[in-house]
């Protein structure tokens, strides 16, 4: 029993150990081969491509440009690259004339492995690596397209100190060529990679060195193309391989002048002709073609000065502020300091606000927040509640005018007092309207209400005030009234364009006809140019003062008669309230 238990045991043993060593001896050959496909794809990846216009930056290998920039140093080259500059020159070696079969040269790695031991200062194992790698990048790899790629003809020239590197132009071997097809394919593929290294290189050169260039290359790429293809004249190469288009190369490497570019005119003996440039002259006597004109943008004319008026200081005065703030609450909220800013600046008596975008619900909590930031002002709102959050107006009056004031709103008409459009204060001697005009819209969907319905219902309102006492109506009128008050006033899309369409401008002249108003502004400044009061924040166009006056005082002819009422009219375009698109605009009254 024992016997036969040991017998079995040893048997058993003897399985695992066979077993163990062929997983082993698996294992092993495996580690090798995957260690060889290593070795291999570093030795392909050591050998460089051939030239093209992304890799001639990238031509030098690091070790043999130290080697070559400081010769004789002390360099140890790495073991990992010892291995792949000798895979890289045991390497199979395909030959032009062969036929295409690999013959493996192990000449280099013999050598490389014969070479003396190295000194102390490491410069025979620099040498020899140098060497080895010189000869090793001199072999051709064939790439997946099936073309041969010499690797000579890749400039191993260092980097100038301006980190450009300069290519180098290879030695044309085309000569010991076969003129079959093949070799004609090979022959074209040189020639055009060196004409696009050429072409970089001379980029770097200054003009007349860059001409001798060229004209040194045109000869020697004659000649390769002549020796190359003996038999055709025109042969087409592709080009842009991304977007698949073919260019036409000629045995001349001169390019014809475009047609489409120059235009050839027969030119007499005996005229006069301008001077033309090398490219352009010629023995054809063509001249270049006119430049297209392309379209320029509009320019803003010139801000004409506009200096605002004096008068007796003595005098007591009401000065009156008008600004449309694109919503009141991201004013109140994130730009604070711009209204305390406008308040200190123009020092308003009474400041007409339009577009505030509020509801009757939040009155309680701006009112707060105004008295905060600008304390001692009585304010009066007027709500859209056809649409919430939406159009309307306010006002704020100082508290030394408490008494002598009245307030009001709305214009009498049902659509327009619904948005919140018009607030009235009623002084003593005349009555000051803030208005928010109607926009006609991107289409002018809203035109037809605007000048038909908004204007008629405003001017029967301003005929009934102006029968008690002189009438100033102030606000965004939305509307540039003359030429002078558009940047781009002989602009084709302008006419239906909202605020300069030919309806509102007619009806916005009967407005002030019927009533008998004055442009305020245009009465001191009849001819000021670049003077506007909006400018379209998406186009950043007020950086470029491309703007439109859509804010106005309109006053009673009355109120210009001596003593003149009004003392002075101005547009505070200096102030920088980017909160808005809208600037303020100001009115001096004489009380």
Not at 340 to 345: E, F, G, M
Not at 359 to 376: C, N, S
Not at 448 to 465: G, I, M, S
């Amino acid at each position: 029993l024992s016997l036969s238990l040991s017998l079995h045991l040893r048997c058993i043993i003897s399985r695992l150990t066979a077993t163990f060593a062929v997983g082993a001896v698996g294992r092993l050959s495996r580690l090798a081969i995957d260690r060889a496909s290593r070795l291999a794809g570093c030795a392909r990846r050591a050998v460089p491509r051939a030239p093209t216009a992304s890799a001639t930056a990238k031509a030098v290998f690091r070790p043999l440009s130290v080697a070559q920039r400081f010769p004789g140093a002390s360099v140890q080259p790495r073991p990992l690259l010892v291995c792949r500059m000798m895979m890289a020159s045991s390497a199979p070696k395909r030959s032009l004339t062969d036929g295409g079969e690999d013959v493996a040269q192990p000449s280099v790695l013999k050598r490389a492995r014969s070479e003396p031991a190295a000194d102390a200062d490491g410069a025979a194992p620099a040498a020899a690596a140098a060497e080895a790698v010189a000869e090793a990048t001199s072999t051709p790899r064939r790439r997946s397209s099936g073309r041969l790629k010499t690797a000579s003809s890749i400039s191993t020239t260092p980097p100038d100190l301006d980190g450009t590197r300069t290519a180098e132009p290879s030695p044309t071997d085309d000569t010991s060529v076969p003129k079959r097809r093949s070799s004609l394919k090979r022959a074209s593929t040189s020639a055009s990679a060196r004409a696009s290294l050429k072409k970089q290189a001379t980029l770097l050169l200054p003009a007349d060195e860059a001409e001798e260039e060229t004209a040194g290359d045109t000869a020697t790429d004659n000649g390769a193309a002549a020796l190359s293809n003996t038999k055709t004249k025109k042969k087409l190469t592709k080009t842009n391989s991304g977007k698949g288009k073919q260019k036409k190369t000629t045995s001349e490497t001169k390019k014809r002048p475009s047609l489409k570019k120059q235009a050839t005119v027969q030119v007499k003996p005996g005229d006069d002709v301008p001077e033309l440039s090398k490219k352009a002259s010629g023995s054809s006597g063509s001249v270049p073609k006119r430049p297209s004109l392309k379209k320029t943008k509009s320019v803003a004319p010139p801000r004409s000065l506009t200096p605002r008026q004096t008068y007796d200081p003595s005098i007591p005065k009401l000065n009156v502020v008008s600004w449309n703030v694109n919503g009141l609450r991201p004013v109140i909220d994130k730009k604070p300091e711009q209204l305390q800013q406008l308040i200190k600046d123009l020092s308003p008596d009474v400041l007409f606000l339009q577009e505030t975008k509020l509801q009757e619900k939040h009155r309680e909590e701006f009112e707060g927040k105004v008295a905060a930031l600008v304390p001692g002002f009585d304010q009066h709102w007027s709500f859209s509640t056809a649409k919430l959050g939406y159009s309307g107006t306010a006002v704020l009056v100082r508290n030394t005018f408490k008494d002598a004031v009245k307030v009001t709103t709305g214009i009498g008409s049902d659509t327009a007092d619904s948005e919140g459009r018009a607030i009235t204060v009623e002084f003593e001697k005349f009555y000051l309207v803030g208005l928010y005009v109607p926009n006609s819209g991107v289409s002018l969907e809203r035109l037809p209400y605007r000048t038909d319905t908004f204007d008629k219902d405003l001017r029967e309102y301003c005929v009934k005030l102006q029968a008690t006492k002189p009438v100033v109506v102030t606000g965004d009128m939305n509307v540039a009234h003359k030429d002078n008050d558009v940047y781009n006033f002989d602009a084709k899309h302008l006419k239906k364009q909202a605020g300069c369409t030919a309806q509102e401008r007619e009806s916005f002249t009967k407005l002030i006809e019927t009533v008998g108003f004055v442009d305020s502004f245009r009465e001191f400044h009849p001819d000021a140019k670049g003077v506007y009061s909006y400018w379209s924040i998406r186009s950043f166009a007020r950086l470029e003062n491309k703007g439109l006056r859509l804010d106005y005082f309109l006053c009673s002819k009355a109120m210009f008669d001596e003593p003149a009422t009004v003392l002075d009219s101005y547009v505070a375009d200096e102030e920088v309230l980017d909160s808005s698109d809208h600037c303020p605009v100001g009115l001096v009254l004489r009380l």
